[in-house]
C-alpha cells in the first residue's frame, strides 16, 4: 500500500514537472507579440507608441534570453507569484485567476458530481429495464451527441428567449451587487441554472451510457448468474452489478475531465458566464502569456488532483488496482 | 480480404448484419455519408455564393433555406459534411492508432520502465486538457486547413485508448495461448500483431467508432471558438457562423438547428453500431 | 442530496462575496454593454489602450467635449480656448469644479497634465518637440507657449482627448507607477465614480456633487453597470428581453427586426447608425505589381463595394466615398472636384482598360493576368479569423478581382498573425480601420493612412501601405501647421486628396458604423437623428462625444 502510493506520488510530481514546462514553453513560442497587441487599436498620437512600447516590454521581462525566464517561471511559481496579466494589466495573474475560478467551480463541481450520480441511477435502471431502455438510450445517446455549444445555444432559445424562464447571460442581475443574501443567491441562482443545466445534461448522456453497459454486462456475468442460481434475489444481483459497474465510471470520471472543463469553457462563452472559459479565450487571443500559462496550470492542477483522488478512491475500493498497477496478476 | 472467406471466419458478422441497432445504426450513418459525398453534386450553388435572397426558409429552389446573406444553406451543410467526415476519420485513425501502439506496447512490457514510460507520457497528455492544447496548437499554425486540424486533434485524443488498450492486453496477455507464443520464441511484433491485437479486434474497431466521433466534437468545439479551419467549411464553421450572425434569435432555424441536428444524428448513429456491435462481439448482451 | 449542496454552495458563496445587501434600482439603473471585453483592472487614465471605458469622459474629464455632427467643441473643463498670438494658446478655467475627493481643480493640475510628459515617457510626450512652456497664470488660467510652427490641427485633437489629471494625487506617484498603477480608486472631477466591479461588469455611480449639475443638468441614471458580453447573439437576445438598455455590438439582423422589438436606432432607417471610422483596404506598395500606381487604381475600380454594404452589413454602413474622408469635422475639406476628377466608383469595364493599358494581361494562358513582366500574379487578402463581417467582405473583394482576371484569395490568419503581418509588411492586402475614426481633424485621418513611420522594422502607426512620398508626408504635416482659418489650407488638403487618389495606396471601402441599439422599457428619448441630444457611444476615449449629454437627456419610462 505505501510502496503503491509513493510511487503514484512520485509519478505526479514527475508529471506535473513535465506539464508545467510544456505550459511555460507553448504559449511563449507562439508567433505574434502580445504588447504589439495590447497598443494595437490604441489611436494614440505620433511617435507615442514608440515611447511606451519599449518601456512595457522591459518592465514583463520579455527581453530576457528564454533559459532565464524559464527558470525565473520556477522560482516566481513556487513563491505563488504567476506574473502581471498584460491583456488585463496590471492585475496579477493570480488575483485574475482567484476571482474566476470560483464560478468555474460553482459550475463545475456541481454539475460533474450531480450528472455523475444522475447518470448512473439511470443508466443502471435502463440497463435492467428492457421497456424503458427503448426510449431512454437514444435520447442518452442524443445528449451525449450534442456539442455543448449548440445545446448551449438551444437551451438558451427555447428557456431564455422563447420562454423568459431564465436569464441568458452573466453572472446575476445588472442590479445585483455580491452579497450574501437571499435575493443575491436566489438571483445567481437563477442565472447560473441554465449553464448548469447544459453540462449536467450533455454529461449525464455519456454517464448513462456508460453505466447502462457495465449493468447488461454484469447482469450476464458468470457470477450474477451463479447468484441467480443459488436464488438471491433480483434486487441483490443488482446491487452487486452496480457495484461492480460503478468502477470504470470512477475511472472514466479522471479520463474524462479534460473533455468536460472544455465543455465549460464553450458553454461559459455561450452564456457570457464569467470564469476562466472566457479569460483563457481572451488571454489566447490576445496572447497574453502569463495568463495563458496561469489558467493552465490550474487546469493542470485540478486535472491532477482529481485524477490523484480517484486513483485514491479506486485504490480503497477495487484493491486488484494495486496489483494490476504493476502487472502482479 | 475476399468475402466468402470472411464469411466462413467470421460468424459474428452474420449477428452484425441482423443486429437491429446494428442495421439501424449503418442505414442512418450510410445515408448521410452518401449525402456528404454526393450531396455537392446536386449543389447548384458555391457554398459561399450568395445564392438568393436572405432569410429564405427551406424551399424548392433552397432545400435547407439560406443564410442571412443569402447563402445556400445546403450547399455548405453538404460541403461542410465531407470535411467533417474526413476530419473524423484522420483524426480517429490517427488517435486509434497510436492509442494501441502505446497500449499494446504498456500493456506488452507491464511493469517494465518502457510501460512506466509510455504510461508517464499518456498521464501528461492526458492531464493537460485536449482543447487548451488545442487551442494553443491552432494559434500555432499560420494557416489551418481541414487535414491540420484533424492531425493536431488525433494526436492529442489517443490517451484514453492507450489506457483502455493497455489494460486490455495486460488481461489477454496473460491467456495460455499467448504464453504458448510466447514460449515458441514468436517476436513480440508477431506477438502482438497475432494473438493480441487479433483477439481485441472487436474492441479495436469499437474504440475507431468512439475515437471517429470524439475527433468530430473536438474540431466542433474549436470551429466554435474561432479555432477551427481558417480555409474551407466544415459543419462546426456552419454552425459558428449560424450562431455568430444570430440566426437562433432571427428565428433562422433551418440555419442554425439542421446542421446540429445532422451532426448529433449522425454521432448517435455511430453509437448505434457501437453499441450493436458490442452486443454482437459480447454475447451475453445479445440476450438482452 | 440536495441539502448537501446548499450548504457547499453557502460555504463557497461566502467566499466569493462581501457581506453588505444591495441592489441597485433597475428605473435608477442604465444597463448598456459593448465597451468592456473583460473584467475590469485598469483605471489609469494614462494608459488609454486599457483603461475601463468610461475612465476617460466619466471619472477624468476633458478641457473641452467635442461634437461630431456639429463639428463644435463645447467648453467643459475649460469654459474658454483661444489662439491669443500665433504661438500662445491660453484657456480660461471653469471655477467651482472639485475632485471627488473635495479639492479643488486649478490651472496647477492642468500644469501638471502636460508637465508630467516632459519628464516621463508617456503616449503624449511628443507634444513637448512643438510646445516651448505650460503655465498657470492664474488659478483658473493656462497659458500654453509653442515653438515656431504649433502642430494646429494635433492640438485640435488633444484639448478634448487628454484627460486632466489631479497633481495633488498623481505628483505624489513614482515615474514607475505612472504606467503601472491600476488606480483602482480613480478620483476625477466627472460626472461619475467608480462603485463596484465584478467579473463581468463594472457599476459607476452618479457623483452628485458634480459640477455640470448646474451647468447642463444631472444625468438621468444613478449607477451606470456597464456589462461584458462576449458576443454580439447574446446582446441580441438581452435586447430582445430588454435587459439591456444600450448596445454598442454589431448586430446582425438588426434592420429586419428593430421594429417587431421596439430597437432604437439613431437612423429610423438605411443606414441605421452614425459612421464612425472608415475601413480601407491596404495595399503593400512594396510588393509586385502593387508598386504600380495604375494597378492599384484598377483594383479600386474593381471593388463593388454596394454588394458588401448590402449583403454582408444590411445596410447598416454607409460605401465610403473615394477619399475615405466623412462627418463634418474632415468634410469640410473634402474636394468633390478633386474626388469626381480623380476618385472612383465600381466599374469594372474601366478597371479592365486600365489594366489592358498598362501591361498587366494574361501572358502565359493560365486564365489571370500577368504582369508587366509576364510573371504570373497571385494575391492574398487578409483579415484576422473570427471578424466575421469583414470575412466576409473580402470573400467578395476576393471574388471582384477574380472577374477582372486577377489571382486573389481571401485569408484568414488567426489575429496575432495578421498584426504580426500588417506591421512586418509579409501582406498582400489587408482591411483595417484601427486609428481612421471621427475626429475634428482629417489630420488624424491622414496622418494615419499616410504617416512616414514606415522606415522602422515593423510599421505601426498606420500606412500599412508601405507608400513612400515625401511630398504627401510634407503636405500633411504642413497641413498640421495649418490653423483651420489659415488662407491656403483648402488648397493644402485638396493637394493631399489628390495625391492619395493619384497614388492610391489604399482603398477606402465603406464606414464602420457606430453600432447602438437601445430599447425603451427604463428609459426613453434616446439620442437619435431627430433628437440629437448626444451621441450613443459608451466605447472607450469617445465619451467627449456626447455619451454624458446623452445621459443627462434620458428620461425614465415610468
Redesign the interface.
Known amino acids: 500500500m505505501k510502496k503503491y502510493l509513493g510511487k503514484k506520488i512520485f509519478?505526479y510530481l514527475?508529471?506535473f514537472f513535465?506539464?508545467v514546462t510544456?505550459?511555460w514553453a507553448?504559449?511563449r513560442?507562439?508567433?505574434?507579440?502580445p504588447i504589439?497587441?495590447?497598443?494595437?487599436?490604441?489611436?494614440?498620437?505620433?511617435?507615442?507608441?514608440?515611447?511606451?512600447?519599449?518601456?512595457?516590454t522591459a518592465?514583463f521581462g520579455l527581453d530576457r534570453p528564454l533559459l532565464e525566464q524559464y527558470f525565473n517561471f520556477w522560482v516566481s511559481l513556487f513563491k505563488g507569484d504567476l506574473g502581471t496579466?498584460i491583456?488585463?494589466?496590471?492585475?496579477p495573474v493570480m488575483d485574475?485567476i482567484n476571482?474566476?475560478i470560483?464560478?468555474d467551480?460553482?459550475l463545475l463541481?456541481?454539475s460533474i458530481l450531480?450528472s455523475w450520480?444522475a447518470g448512473n441511477k439511470l443508466g443502471a435502471f435502463s440497463g435492467v429495464n428492457?421497456k424503458a431502455?427503448k426510449y431512454m438510450?437514444?435520447f442518452f445517446?442524443?445528449l451525449?451527441?450534442?456539442?455543448?455549444?449548440?445545446f448551449a445555444?438551444?437551451v438558451?432559445?427555447f428557456f431564455?428567449?422563447q420562454l423568459?424562464w431564465f436569464?441568458?447571460?452573466?453572472?446575476?442581475?445588472?442590479?445585483?451587487?455580491?452579497?450574501?443574501?437571499i435575493?443575491?443567491?436566489l438571483d445567481?441562482l437563477h442565472h447560473w441554472f441554465l449553464p448548469f443545466l447544459t453540462l449536467f445534461l450533455v454529461q449525464l448522456g455519456g454517464w448513462a451510457?456508460g453505466m447502462r453497459?457495465m449493468i447488461?454486462?454484469e447482469m450476464?456475468?458468470n457470477y450474477s448468474k451463479y447468484m441467480e442460481s443459488l436464488g438471491a434475489s433480483e434486487k441483490l444481483i443488482r446491487k452487486y452489478a452496480f457495484r461492480n459497474g460503478v468502477l470504470p465510471q470512477v475511472t472514466g470520471l479522471?479520463?474524462r475531465?479534460?473533455?468536460i472543463?472544455?465543455?465549460a469553457?464553450?458553454t461559459q462563452?455561450?452564456?457570457?458566464?464569467?470564469?476562466l472559459g472566457?479569460?483563457?479565450?481572451?488571454a489566447?487571443?490576445?496572447?497574453d502569456y502569463f495568463l495563458?500559462q496561469g489558467?493552465?496550470l490550474f487546469?493542470?492542477i485540478f486535472?491532477?488532483l482529481a485524477?490523484f483522488t480517484v486513483d485514491i478512491i479506486y485504490m480503497f475500493i477495487d484493491p486488484r488496482v494495486r496489483f494490476?498497477y504493476?502487472?502482479?496478476? | 480480404m475476399a468475402k466468402s472467406e470472411f464469411w466462413k471466419k467470421h460468424e459474428n458478422l452474420y449477428f452484425a448484419v441482423t443486429n437491429g441497432k446494428v442495421i439501424f445504426g449503418l442505414i442512418v450513418f450510410m445515408s448521410i455519408l452518401a449525402l456528404a459525398i454526393f450531396g455537392p453534386m446536386f449543389a447548384k450553388y458555391d457554398y459561399d455564393e450568395f445564392a438568393g435572397p436572405g432569410y429564405m426558409p427551406p424551399s424548392k429552389e433552397f432545400w435547407f433555406g439560406t443564410t442571412l446573406m443569402g447563402k445556400d444553406v445546403f450547399t455548405r451543410v453538404v460541403f461542410g459534411l465531407r470535411s467533417t467526415f474526413l476530419v473524423g476519420f484522420v483524426g480517429g485513425t490517427i488517435a486509434t492508432f497510436v492509442g494501441l501502439i502505446i497500449g499494446f506496447l504498456a500493456g506488452y512490457y507491464s511493469g517494465k520502465l518502457a510501460d512506466e514510460t509510455l504510461m508517464m507520457i499518456t498521464n501528461i497528455f492526458l492531464v493537460i486538457p485536449t482543447l487548451a492544447l488545442l487551442i494553443i496548437l491552432s494559434a500555432y499554425l499560420p494557416y489551418r486547413g481541414i487535414l491540420s486540424q484533424s492531425v493536431i486533434i488525433g494526436l492529442t485524443a489517443w490517451t484514453w485508448t492507450a489506457r483502455a488498450v493497455r489494460s486490455q492486453t495486460l488481461s489477454l496477455k496473460n491467456q495460455e495461448f499467448v504464453n504458448l507464443s510466447r514460449i515458441s520464441a514468436a517476436p513480440v511484433t508477431k506477438i502482438i500483431a497475432e494473438d493480441i491485437a487479433a483477439n481485441m479486434f472487436s474492441y479495436v474497431f469499437m474504440v475507431y467508432i468512439i475515437q471517429f466521433t470524439g475527433t468530430i466534437l473536438a474540431a466542433v468545439s474549436l470551429e466554435f471558438l474561432g479555432l477551427g479551419p481558417t480555409q474551407g467549411i466544415s459543419l462546426g464553421l456552419v454552425m459558428q457562423n449560424a450562431v455568430n450572425w444570430n440566426a437562433i434569435q432571427l428565428g433562422l432555424w433551418w440555419w442554425a438547428i439542421i446542421p446540429g441536428l445532422l451532426l448529433t444524428i449522425l454521432i448517435v448513429s455511430l453509437y448505434f453500431i457501437n453499441t450493436g456491435l458490442d452486443e454482437v462481439f459480447n454475447p451475453r448482451l445479445r440476450e438482452m | 442530496m440536495k441539502i448537501h449542496w446548499k450548504v457547499l454552495l453557502g460555504v463557497l458563496l461566502v467566499l466569493l462575496v462581501s457581506t453588505m445587501a444591495f441592489s441597485y434600482e433597475r428605473n435608477e439603473t442604465l444597463v448598456y454593454g459593448g465597451g468592456l471585453w473583460g473584467a475590469p483592472t485598469n483605471w489609469n487614465p494614462l494608459t488609454p489602450w486599457g483603461e475601463v471605458t468610461g475612465t476617460g469622459g466619466l471619472v477624468y474629464e476633458y478641457l473641452f467635449h467635442y461634437y461630431p455632427l456639429t463639428d463644435e467643441y463645447q467648453p467643459w473643463l475649460a469654459v474658454k480656448g483661444e489662439w491669443v498670438t500665433p504661438k500662445v494658446y491660453e484657456v480660461e478655467l471653469r471655477k467651482g469644479v472639485k475632485w471627488t475627493d473635495g479639492k479643488s481643480f486649478t490651472a496647477e493640475d492642468v500644469v501638471f497634465t502636460f508637465e508630467v510628459a516632459k519628464n516621463n515617457a508617456l503616449h503624449y510626450s511628443n507634444v513637448w518637440e512643438w510646445i516651448v512652456s505650460v503655465e498657470a497664470v492664474s488659478p483658473t488660467k493656462v497659458k500654453f507657449v509653442f515653438g515656431d510652427e504649433p502642430h494646429y490641427q494635433e492640438w485640435k485633437n488633444i484639448i478634448y482627448d487628454l484627460r486632466i489629471l489631479p497633481k495633488h494625487i498623481w505628483a505624489n506617484m513614482s515615474p514607475e507607477e505612472y504606467l503601472s498603477t491600476a488606480n483602482a480608486n480613480p478620483v476625477g472631477t466627472g460626472p461619475y465614480m467608480a462603485d463596484s466591479t465584478g467579473q463581468d461588469r463594472m457599476v459607476w455611480v452618479r457623483n452628485d456633487n458634480w459640477w455640470g449639475n448646474d451647468v447642463f443638468g444631472q444625468p438621468k441614471p444613478k449607477y451606470l453597470v456597464n456589462l461584458v458580453v462576449n458576443s454580439n447573439n447574446v446582446a441580441l437576445g438581452m435586447l430582445m428581453k430588454g435587459e439591456l438598455d444600450l448596445s454598442n455590438y454589431f448586430i446582425p439582423g438588426v434592420p429586419k427586426i428593430k421594429d417587431t422589438f421596439g430597437l432604437t436606432t439613431w437612423y429610423k432607417g438605411k443606414p441605421y447608425m452614425l459612421s464612425e471610422n472608415s475601413a480601407l483596404l491596404f495595399l503593400n506598395t512594396t510588393k509586385g505589381a502593387m508598386k504600380d500606381a495604375a494597378f492599384r487604381k484598377a483594383l479600386a475600380f474593381a471593388i463593388n463595394p454596394e454588394i458588401i454594404v448590402e449583403r454582408v452589413f444590411e445596410n447598416q454602413v454607409e460605401v465610403a466615398n473615394p477619399t475615405g474622408l466623412f462627418g463634418e469635422g474632415w468634410m469640410k475639406y473634402y474636394d468633390e472636384t478633386v474626388a469626381e476628377a480623380y476618385g472612383f466608383s465600381y466599374d469594372p469595364t474601366k478597371a479592365i482598360e486600365i489594366l489592358d493599358e498598362n501591361g498587366f494581361v494574361d501572358v502565359n494562358g493560365d486564365g489571370w493576368r500577368d504582369d508587366k513582366n509576364g510573371n504570373a500574379m497571385k494575391f492574398e487578402i487578409i483579415v484576422p479569423n473570427g471578424w466575421t463581417d469583414w470575412m466576409e467582405s473580402i470573400k467578395v473583394i476576393a471574388n471582384n478581382f477574380q472577374a477582372i482576371g486577377i489571382n486573389a484569395v481571401p485569408s484568414f490568419p488567426d489575429y496575432g498573425i495578421y498584426m504580426n503581418r500588417i506591421q512586418d509588411g509579409s501582406f498582400d492586402m489587408c482591411i483595417n480601420n484601427f486609428a481612421s475614426s471621427r475626429s475634428s481633424t482629417p489630420f488624424t485621418y491622414w496622418n494615419w493612412v499616410a504617416t512616414d513611420e514606415i522606415d522602422g522594422k515593423l510599421v505601426t502607426d498606420g500606412n500599412y501601405s508601405r507608400y513612400d512620398d515625401d511630398e504627401l508626408f510634407t503636405l500633411i504635416d504642413e497641413f498640421n501647421r495649418m490653423q483651420d482659418t489659415d488662407k491656403g489650407i483648402m488648397e493644402k488638403a485638396s493637394e493631399i486628396q489628390k495625391k492619395l487618389l493619384t497614388a492610391m495606396p489604399s482603398i477606402p471601402l465603406w464606414y464602420n458604423g457606430l453600432w447602438a441599439q437601445s430599447t425603451s422599457n427604463v428609459w426613453t428619448n434616446w439620442a437619435t437623428e431627430d433628437n440629437p441630444t448626444g451621441y450613443p457611444c459608451s466605447w472607450a476615449g469617445k465619451m467627449q462625444f456626447g455619451f454624458v449629454e446623452m445621459l443627462i437627456e434620458l428620461e425614465s419610462a415610468q
Do not use: H
Open positions: 509519478i514527475i508529471t513535465f506539464a510544456i505550459d507553448i504559449p513560442f507562439m508567433p505574434g507579440d504589439q497587441m495590447l497598443l494595437s487599436r490604441f489611436q494614440g498620437m505620433e511617435g507615442g507608441r514608440e515611447i511606451i512600447q519599449a518601456q512595457i518592465s496579466s491583456y488585463a494589466f496590471p492585475k485574475v476571482q474566476a470560483i464560478f467551480i460553482l463541481v456541481p450531480l450520480i428492457k431502455d438510450m437514444p445517446y442524443f451525449t451527441s450534442s456539442p455543448y455549444f449548440w445555444v438551444v438558451v432559445f431564455g428567449v423568459p436569464p441568458i447571460s452573466n453572472a446575476y442581475s445588472a442590479t445585483m451587487r455580491p452579497a450574501f443574501t435575493d443575491f443567491i445567481f451510457i453497459n447488461i454486462y450476464g456475468s479522471a479520463i475531465l479534460g473533455n472543463i472544455a465543455g469553457l464553450t462563452i455561450v452564456f457570457s458566464y464569467p470564469g472566457f479569460i483563457l479565450l481572451k489566447i487571443q490576445n496572447q495563458v489558467c493552465f487546469i493542470i486535472v491532477l485524477n494490476s504493476s502487472g502482479e496478476v
